[in-house]
């Protein structure tokens, strides 16, 4: 689910200039991100060798990993209007 909020406010001077300020905030909820998919443990057994492959000691890693997390992003905007 992507939830988003966004608020402006704007300001008439005359009748041709008007000057506005916002913010928005947008939330993600169980977003998959890939940096957070590695994993960075690597089994030393696994590594080949000279004389050929070793027996496997311990588990297998590097391993699938599959996080969630919640992501949210914030700006703010500002913008002028000038009409002729």
Do not use: H
Request: hydrophobic share 35%; aromatic share 10%; with cysteine.
């Amino acid at each position: 689910m992507v939830r988003e909020v966004a608020i402006n406010v704007g300001f008439r001077f005359t009748d041709s200039l008007q000057v506005s300020l916002g913010c928005t905030y947008l939330a993600c909820n169980d977003v998959v991100r890939p940096g957070d998919q590695i994993d960075r443990v690597l089994n030393k057994s696994q590594l080949p060798t000279t004389s050929g492959p070793s027996p496997l000691v311990g588990p297998a890693r590097p391993a699938f990993l599959f996080k969630g997390t919640d992501f949210w992003v914030q700006g703010v905007n500002c913008g002028m209007e000038y009409r002729y």
